[in-house]
């Protein structure tokens, strides 16, 4: 498991550059998130770069200027970029997208790491070994780019790997500071593992709800041994702020008994175990034909009502 109770912050942008607007998109939009909070926005309708975090208003009016004229004069390098990305792929039409995603982290030990990656149309172009500061294709596509990028007379990757070592870290600590009340806010999970059984399927699902920060991590073990999972598990967030998560498993009917669910979050002084209690399944198929005996009372009597009503 990934030791997400190591405690500490991170700092994520994402780029989307489009081959023309449409599909309600902007040409070129960007997109930046603290402790995956989104604190700032741009995009090309507008041309502004906008506060969406209230703690990130106190910055001076300089510091928005500055980032709107960033993101201007990225419009003109994200529209180039979609074009090279056409032209590896022997394109001369239709609706494509670009993607960069890169960030820093920053933990209580005082460790810190990053990640640059690029995508196009929705899949892996080429990425960054934050290392070495040398790009690496992620398909054959990207080979013409990747040498470029790492020419000697270039240093693209040696100048990314400087930003997410220096320039990155010390953005990250200035919002870190902004919004540390609520950057700085730790909420447990609750987790309840329910059993629903149909079509002679068995399925167990750990839910794992009103946690914060979002970084969790979740999972199933059977007699102690961990259940490899080939989906993503996708954390998603509560209107109060809060994020959850279900992670199902597929389970032999008498075999139930034998799985745990685990969850690691750094509000956890350790990982909590939860298993499936016998009754709450009972009770849920007891409350199943609670609910179906009352329908029928309900319809029995309003039935009886009108036959009532239509005597008089």
């Not at 001076?60 to 090279?84: L, M, P």
């Not at 930003?163 to 730790?186: A, F, V």
Request: glycine residues 8%.
């Amino acid at each position: 498991m990934l030791d997400v109770r190591l405690k500490g912050h991170s700092l994520r942008y994402y780029h989307t550059a489009v081959s023309a607007p449409g599909h309600g998109l902007p040409q070129y939009s960007s997109v930046g998130y603290v402790d995956g909070i989104q604190i700032k926005t741009y995009n090309s309708d507008t041309g502004r770069t906008v506060p969406v975090a209230p703690w990130m208003k106190r910055l001076e009016s300089d510091y928005w200027e500055g980032e709107t004229q960033n993101g201007n004069n990225a419009v003109a390098v994200y529209k180039t970029n979609v074009r090279i990305a056409m032209y590896r792929y022997n394109q001369t039409g239709g609706f494509h997208s670009f993607q960069e995603m890169y960030g820093c982290e920053l933990r209580d030990d005082g460790s810190t790491s990053g990640y640059w990656q690029y995508g196009y149309d929705g899949k892996d172009f080429l990425a960054l070994d934050t290392e070495r500061g040398v790009y690496i294709p992620l398909t054959d596509r990207a080979q013409r780019s990747t040498q470029r990028w790492n020419d000697p007379r270039e240093l693209a990757g040696e100048r990314a790997q400087y930003y997410l070592q220096t320039e990155c870290i010390k953005w990250l600590r200035e919002y870190i500071e902004l919004g540390k009340e609520e950057l700085d806010r730790r909420v447990p999970p609750e987790v309840k593992v329910s059993s629903q059984q149909s079509d002679g399927v068995s399925k167990l699902h750990c839910q794992v709800y009103g946690f914060y920060p979002r970084d969790v991590d979740v999972i199933w073990k059977r007699n102690g041994i961990e259940i490899p999972f080939d989906e993503t598990k996708q954390v998603l967030p509560n209107t109060d702020g809060t994020y959850q998560i279900t992670v199902t498993v597929e389970v032999l009917p008498d075999e139930r008994e034998k799985y745990s669910c685990h969850v690691d979050h750094s509000s956890l002084n350790e990982t909590l175990i939860v298993t499936w209690d016998n009754k709450e399944y009972i009770t849920r198929h007891s409350y199943l034909i609670f609910a179906a005996v009352s329908l029928v009372f309900l319809f029995g009597h309003v039935v009886g009502m009108k036959m009532k009503c239509s005597g008089e």
